[in-house]
């Protein structure tokens, strides 16, 4: 039966697209795809009907299925698109070979739905599963970017590393940043890193607790962790909640922070003149041989 | 479940659990540093088995379900079990001159920690590890 | 057993872990060193962590207590290269090592055993 039904849908391919291409059309209006142009919504629709058509014949050919998948995904097309494509499809298909059969009953009915289950279901099948993989795949690109994002390292010059931190820090985050300054302290060889926590709203024991143990690892690696934009209300939090933090340098403000590293770093900041009197002397020496 | 044991008798033998833990915890696909963790786990409870209950088997089993996959770790001993649980939790607490870190530095390591035990009978700590 | 090599490099040691450290080898090491600073008189050491991927509770107490040992044997240690990953746990663990100098890598170890001591 499944040959004989194969058989007439590819002998009225044309007929069944048509239809098909009807349906979905009406589909398109006050719907997802109603920003999209006519072209493209027609040209995708024929894409679309032709990885039906080729998935039956080969019985799902993978890489075709995979790249129309993913062409959806940079059109940023929905999934149910490809889930009302593929009902439609079943519905016209099943209309068509019933309008074309003469005596019909319940075992053919039955026969035939199941026909044409099977040919979409793998379909549906791969095709959600390369939309909703590709999208994961997105979505952990984007986290990566976002975890990026949330601690930032900045090398300013040789040795010498900032790491301005922004908004709420939880554990997660905390964990986070803690990598990312650990290893960038190692890419970047830095032996002074600048936590500068000016943009922190809140301060609380946690929150000290999860500085604190960034520090800590930060000199257990071999490099030192300054703390920098301790406002009053933090100097506050941080005496009246009793914690201790002697062992790191801290100073109020970025700009004095990286003075300090520079100290520590046995470097100073040069006025200009005195590099002038320096080139100044040096012609001074030569004229005089 | 896959599982795999190692039995400890010898001081040597937590060498060889401390590297199965990471070569699982690798294959799990676990971050560097959560690798770290894990073989650090293993050494801390495989070295309380040798040092406190002189023999017992460490065994790692992989989990998966619906939506996360991780390791768990069960170290078990029937040496002289332990009678104050939540004293030898505490940080610093130590009867052999050690640091007093490893149980209570175990559980900071891993995401979920279990310890039951009894005296004279023997310590059971199961902890697992969840891929991030 | 594994030994663990100790280098001399004119006042100083030099000592480079390469091996998985079980808990003998660390012992003997312990004893190696102070034996070491005993028969040169070096007044600093560097050991040299990089190719440590692990630091457990014990290990830390043994490098904790060499330094006290070397120290008060009139040697300062250095300890250089802990990997990050490493660092992570001890953090964990509770372990900060307070009182022990640290930097990236040997080269700056050497530098801050000048430092130290005020050579
Ligand atoms: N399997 C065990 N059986 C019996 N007692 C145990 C067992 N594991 C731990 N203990 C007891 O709990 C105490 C604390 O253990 P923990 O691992 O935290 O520290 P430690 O082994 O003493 O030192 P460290 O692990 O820092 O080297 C031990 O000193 C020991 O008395
Ligand atoms: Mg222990």
Known sequence: ????????????????????????????????????????????????????????????????????????????????????????????????????????????????????????????????????GSWEHIVSLQ?????????????????????????????????????????????????????????????????????????????????????????????????????????????????????????????????????????????DSLSRE | MEKSCVSIKIELDIVAARQLGRELAKQVGFSVVDQARFATAVSELARNIYLYADQGEISFDIIKNMNQSGLRLTATDKGPGIRDISQVMQDGYTTSGGLGAGLPGVRRLMDDFDIISEENIGTTVTVVKWKR | MKKIPILKLHDYLLVSIQTEIDDQTAMQFQEDLLQKIHVTGATGVVIDLTSVDMIDSFIAKVLGDVVTMSDLMGATVVLTGIQPAVAMTLIDLGIHLQNVPTALDIEQGLVKLHQELGA
Request: aromatic letters at 6%.
């Open chain 1, 1 to 132: 039966m499944d040959t004989k039904f194969k058989k007439i849908v590819f002998e009225n391919s044309d007929m069944i697209v048509n239809m098909w291409m009807k349906e979905i059309e009406t589909l398109k209006d006050g719907n997802y795809t109603s920003s999209v142009s006519d072209e493209l919504f027609e040209s995708t629709n024929r894409e679309f009907v032709n990885v039906i058509f080729s998935s039956i014949q080969h019985r799902g050919s993978t890489h075709v299925v995979e790249d129309f998948s993913e062409k959806l995904i940079n059109l940023g097309w929905p999934l149910s698109y490809i889930t009302d494509g593929l009902q439609v499809f079943r519905r016209v298909t099943i209309d068509f070979i019933l309008s074309h059969t003469e005596r019909i009953d319940s075992t053919y009915i039955s026969e035939l739905i199941r026909s044409v289950d099977l040919w979409t279901e793998p379909l549906i099948r791969q095709l959600v599963n390369e939309y909703s």
């Open chain 1, 143 to 283: 986290r990566v970017a976002l975890q990026e994002l949330s601690a930032p390292l900045i090398p300013v010059m040789d040795n010498i590393t900032i790491m301005p931190l922004i908004g709420t820090i939880d554990t997660e985050r905390a964990k986070l940043i803690m990598e990312n300054l650990l290893d960038g302290v190692i890419k970047h060889n830095s032996e002074v890193v600048l936590m500068d926590i000016t943009g922190v709203p809140v301060v609380d024991t946690m929150v000290a607790h999860h500085i604190i143990q960034a520090a800590e690892a930060v000199r257990l690696i071999g490099s030192t962790c300054i703390l920098v934009g301790i406002r009053p209300e933090i100097a506050q939090t941080i005496v009246n909640l009793g914690i201790n933090l002697d062992k790191f340098p801290t100073q109020s403000s970025l700009k004095k922070g990286f003075s300090a590293a520079l100290n520590m770093t046995g470097r100073d900041i040069v006025e200009n003149q005195a590099k002038h009197k320096q080139i100044q002397d040096m012609i």
